[in-house]
């Protein structure tokens, strides 16, 4: 599965196993539609494995954690349950050790989908995936929504209040290196006293530090908007294509361009896009030889032989609005059609444009070439939110047409 695609389940009662490199803690949540705990009750964890139609399952450090839910039982006034992550280790990051999670049959082992966030960096917890009721019947998907908070930020966010530790008496000098208890969780609904997850307190003041020193801020998330204009991308940074709080969901022109870096030298290139489903299946692919797909929703405007002349040298035009919800990738492509490397082109570049007023969105200028014939310049991801996010790649690739570069591009989705 990719973030924000989605698969209808054929079982009753379903498992969410989460695996990493590291020892992981699952949790699950009960939210209403209001996307809140009732109470302590709704929130399952290897301290309190069970609830309303949901179970941890530990894998006891031989297997993945699971969480397990049973539909039938599940209260008519949940409408999800989302399953989180976080290392078991204090403070440790996903940097690395990105989890996977495995859907399937909790009496029968079926596999119904896998799902790997991808490119996970300082965050401590994870949305994995949620099951969710939608007009009688359930759904996952597949979320990767990560908090450089810890789980404490996650259950902030479904109301969830954890309590702020009191100041400290006046005392005589604690013995060395004594640690400070964890304050209790506390729920928005009704006082219950069930057993409190450790990892959601929030850490133990500081026992001595210079009196200058302020706190450390938050760790940013590394995403951001175009509320404030146009973004200039990085390799690896990724763009919400959300403008003054709503989703970009118009027309858009992907423009690419690129010169030859030795005169006189015509070099062809083709640029693509490449259409994947929930399971990083392929749909369909549009460049010079198929113009449009998916009914008209993206469409290219031919091939350029040269790379002659100023200005974007193919365009492919992507109209958000339309794109069918089967499709929940888009990977960009240019291929060296001549079979000239990389290394012999300049200024290459994608750009996003609001193809409405002509206005530039997004620019990634690809720097630093390889010696090969493919490069994925971006990608687009539709979110469980249905907003896009756009991800800079300049990832290269072995092969001179559209139809090498499926594989790559579904492998980094």
């Known amino acids: ?31 209403t539609a209001d996307g809140k705990v009732r109470s302590d009750d709704d929130f399952v964890f290897y301290n309190q494995p069970t609830g309303p139609g949901v179970t941890y399952r530990s894998g006891n450090g ?75 019947a359930w759904k996952a998907r597949a979320v990767g929504q990560g908090y450089a908070n810890g789980l404490a930020g996650i259950a902030t966010d479904f109301g969830v209040s954890v ?11 604690p013995a060395p290196q004594q640690a400070q208890p964890a304050p209790p969780l506390q729920a928005m609904a009704p006082p219950t006293t069930p057993p409190v997850d450790p990892r959601l307190a929030p850490p133990a003041p500081p026992t001595a530090a210079p009196a200058a020193a302020a706190p450390a801020p938050p760790a940013p998330s590394g995403k951001i908007n175009l509320d404030k204009g146009r973004v200039s991308l990085q390799k690896n940074q990724t763009v919400s294509l959300v403008k003054g709080g709503r989703p970009l969901l118009a027309q858009v022109k992907m423009g690419l361009g690129w010169e030859p870096a030795f005169r006189g ?3 062809d290139l083709d640029a693509s896009v490449i259409a994947f489903g929930p399971q990083r299946n392929h749909v369909d692919s549009c460049y ?52 000239q490397k990389f290394t012999e082109v300049a200024k290459a570049y994608c750009r996003l444009v609001d193809a409405t007023t002509g206005e530039e969105l997004v620019r990634f200028d690809l720097t630093h070439a390889e010696a090969q014939t493919g490069v994925m310049m971006a990608k687009l991801i539709r979110q469980y939110s249905g907003e896009w996010d756009m991800t800079a790649m ?20």
């Open 163 to 173: 309590d702020e530790p009191a100041p400290a008496a006046a005392a005589p000098a």
């Open 62 to 136: 031989t297997a993945p954690d699971a969480i397990v839910v049973d539909t039938a039982a599940v209260p008519p006034g949940i409408e999800k349950i989302v399953v989180t992550a976080s290392p078991d280790a204090a403070g440790q990051t996903f940097q690395g050790i990105e989890p996977t999670a495995t859907i399937k049959g909790a009496d029968d082992g079926s596999v119904l989908a896998t799902f790997t966030p991808p490119r996970l960096g300082n965050e401590t917890a994870l949305i994995v995936v949620e099951i969710y009721r939608r007009n009688g």
């Open 288 to 339: 010079f030889g198929k113009l449009s797909i998916l009914k008209g929703a993206i469409k290219h405007s031919g091939d350029n032989l040269t790379g002659e002349g100023g200005g974007d040298d193919e365009v492919i035009v992507v109209d958000l609005g339309r794109i069918p919800a089967e499709v929940t990738g888009l990977v960009f492509t240019v291929n060296s059609f001549s079979g």
């Open 265 to 267: 030298k015509d070099i």
């Open 1 to 31: 599965m990719t973030p924000g695609s989605n698969i209808p389940l054929t079982t009753a009662r379903v498992a969410v196993d989460v695996a990493a490199p590291v020892r992981l803690d699952v949790s699950g949540l009960l939210l």
């Open 394 to 413: 300049g990832d290269f690739a072995k092969s001179r047409t559209v139809r090498g570069m499926v594989k790559p591009a579904a492998q980094a989705l």
